[in-house]
């Protein structure tokens, strides 16, 4: 089965200032989804970004931004500028083109300090 | 706006009752997903529907059902609650034709706790 890691548990960056959430995922598909998944302290999941693995160019959403690396099974998250209202869990999550089964990470916690 | 509801944010039960989540979205999706979410593990799927009456078992079924008799709705069923599946729970949709994966839509989700 595909699996997602995300290896940092917790982030904090401070405001106005970049930071980047790492995901890696592991599949033998070449056609697939990638999603990144903001989940803010007692609110909704909220999408925060996709990928479609066929495209080259990577994806962007205003100060959010992805690097993926289909070689490298590698799909990172980028927000600029960062807000005190970006502090929540971000999931990252994997899902095969044609199926509805989503696989998602541990999730990271990211503080944002004033 | 796709909205996705859930009957309750918080629910308290016993062990052996039978518990009943809700959850309706007002898009027309033809897919909706039960997950649970407990920390270090992040979302697991439970069961999912691609359409009415229709289900499938995703990761840790045990222990749950689920039934769509409308399009809108899907429910979980915990036949005989146990303190193992005190748990948040997290219900989505997503539109998808013939298949192909779609952003999914979540609810606000349900924090059982299971006494």
């Known amino acids: 089965a595909q699996t997602v890691t995300q290896s940092q548990p917790e982030m904090s960056v401070q405001e106005a200032e970049t930071v980047t959430l790492s995901c890696t995922y592991d599949?033998?598909?070449?056609?697939?989804?990638l999603f990144w998944y903001k989940q803010p302290p007692s609110r909704q999941m909220i999408l925060v970004i996709r990928?479609?693995?066929?495209?080259?160019q990577n994806a962007t959403e205003n100060r959010f931004s992805v690097n993926f690396q289909k070689a490298a099974k590698s799909f990172s998250l980028k927000i600029s500028d960062s807000q005190l209202g970006d502090a929540a869990m971000y999931f990252c999550a994997y899902s095969e083109y044609n199926n509805n089964d989503m696989r998602f990470g541990a999730g990271t916690r990211l503080t944002v300090k004033p | 706006d796709v909205k996705v509801t859930q009957s309750s944010r918080y629910l308290v039960k016993r062990t052996g009752e039978k518990v009943f989540l809700e959850c309706v979205q007002d898009?027309?999706?033809?897919?909706m997903f039960w997950y649970r979410q407990d920390p270090g593990l992040g979302l697991r799927l439970i069961y999912f529907s691609y359409d009415v009456k229709m289900k499938e078992k995703g990761d840790i079924p045990e222990g749950y059902s689920v039934s769509r008799e409308k399009k809108e709705r899907f429910s979980l069923i915990l036949e005989s609650a146990s303190t193992n599946q005190t748990s948040m729970y997290l219900c989505a949709s997503s539109f998808s034709v013939t298949g192909l994966s779609d952003t999914q839509y979540f609810g606000p989700g349900t924090r059982l706790t299971v006494l």
């Open positions: 898009m027309d999706h033809e897919n």
């Open positions: 599949t033998s598909e070449s056609d697939y989804y």
């Open positions: 990928q479609e693995a066929y495209k080259q």
